[in-house]
């Protein structure tokens, strides 16, 4: 099993900078794929970014390419999402989830690949 609880969401006016965070504990954390999705009131969940258990790799949905960034810090079992340039577009509950395994680029998209599921943190954006 794996935990994941979610922090750092809050409010920000459009233009301004917000980092969530996600803390790990169970299983090995650093061995595990991860991702961020989002869902806004009324909208399904959709993928936000993701990062291979190294770090090498990453992946962002089109919507917030150059202004988000995605890290982790094995370490600390912490991985961390930075968003700047925020739009009230981007107003959602912020989740992180960990995948046992992945083996393909595409699937680190979808919501399915991923096995465990942090509570959330909400992030407003302001006009």
């Known amino acids: 099993q794996v935990q994941l609880v979610e922090s750092g969401g809050g409010l920000v006016q459009a233009g301004g900078s917000l980092r969530v965070s996600c803390a790990a504990s169970?299983?090995?954390?650093?061995?595990?794929?991860m991702g961020w999705f989002r869902q806004a009131p009324g909208k399904e969940r959709e993928f936000v970014a993701a990062i291979s258990w190294s770090g090498d790799s990453t992946y962002y949905a089109d919507s917030v390419k150059g202004r988000f960034t995605i890290t982790r810090d094995n370490g600390e079992n912490t991985a961390y999402l930075q968003m700047n340039s925020l739009e009230p577009e981007d107003t959602a509950v912020y989740y992180c989830a960990v995948a046992a395994a992945l083996y393909s680029s595409a699937a680190y998209y979808r919501r399915g690949s991923y096995e465990y599921w942090g509570q959330g943190t909400q992030v407003t954006v302001s006009s």
């Open positions: 169970g299983r090995t954390f650093r061995r595990y794929p």
